[in-house]
């Protein structure tokens, strides 16, 4: 497989055994995947799996999953974000994707938005612990910052149904930007309730990509959505 010196754009490598969660991370395929990015990828994994469960990021049953569940899962987004400009990840929580997504594209200005003061204060620490200096944290709802800034790109994960993403997410979207955001494998189903918030804002029609890291892990589903007005 070849590296990707750290975007996430190289082809898939070839798994030749079954990795658990604690050997995953330091597999030749995922170092070759992440590229330049790995070290601060895995101190990230690191702080998350030290941290994550005791500040109420992540619950104690995905501790061992942390690389399969959470890390390769977002990293799956990337390959389809710019690699400049500026990206938002709103409701970024424990920093999934946006975290991820700053490591590996730090060609891009990575805006966090999450409402919640601790998590907000974890991700200021996570961010100066990695060097990210292309992090920026917003305190706040996504709506809040409506009329504050426009971005090339708006991401997110595990957040909301489709119609309401698109109106938390389509207006922090400058016109041509796009919506790139991690849902479920049934996400087609809410393409249609979706319909009327995405004529608003002139959307295309959503896409669903699959998102694929390394062999041997799952992929996830990723939905597209371009700004037209």
């Known amino acids: 497989m070849s590296g990707t010196d750290g975007t996430g754009q ?31 990828v895995a101190r990230y994994a690191d702080l998350l799996r030290e941290q994550g469960e005791l500040r109420g990021l992540i619950g104690p049953r995905e501790v061992p999953r942390i690389w399969e569940r959470h890390v ?12 400049a400009g500026a ?22 200005d990575v805006l966090l938005v999450e409402p919640m003061e601790r998590r907000t204060t974890w ?17 706040g709802r996504a709506e809040e910052y409506h009329d504050a800034f426009e971005v090339d790109a708006v991401t997110s994960r595990a957040v909301a149904p489709l119609s309401k993403l698109a109106r938390m ?16 494998r049934n996400v087609a189903q809410e393409v249609d309730p979706a319909r009327k918030v995405l004529r608003k804002y002139g959307a295309g029609e959503p896409e669903i990509l699959e998102g694929s890291t390394v062999a041997g892990v799952e992929s996830t589903t990723i939905v597209r959505i371009r700004r037209g007005k």
Request: aromatic residues 6%; negative net charge.
């Open 10 to 40: 190289g082809e898939p490598g070839i798994v030749a055994e079954v990795f658990d969660g604690d050997t995953l991370g330091a597999s030749e395929p995922v170092k070759q995947y992440f590229g330049t990015a790995y070290d601060k």
């Open 169 to 184: 997410s389509l207006p922090l979207v400058r016109v041509g930007g796009e919506m790139v955001i991690l849902k479920g």
């Open 72 to 83: 390769l899962n977002s990293a799956a987004v990337v390959q389809y974000l710019p690699t």
């Open 123 to 139: 991700l200021v620490e996570v961010a100066t612990e990695l060097g990210l200096t292309n992090v920026q944290v917003k305190r």
């Open 87 to 108: 990206v938002a990840d709103i409701g970024s929580g424990a920093g999934l994707p946006g975290i991820i997504v700053a490591a590996m594209r730090p060609g891009l």
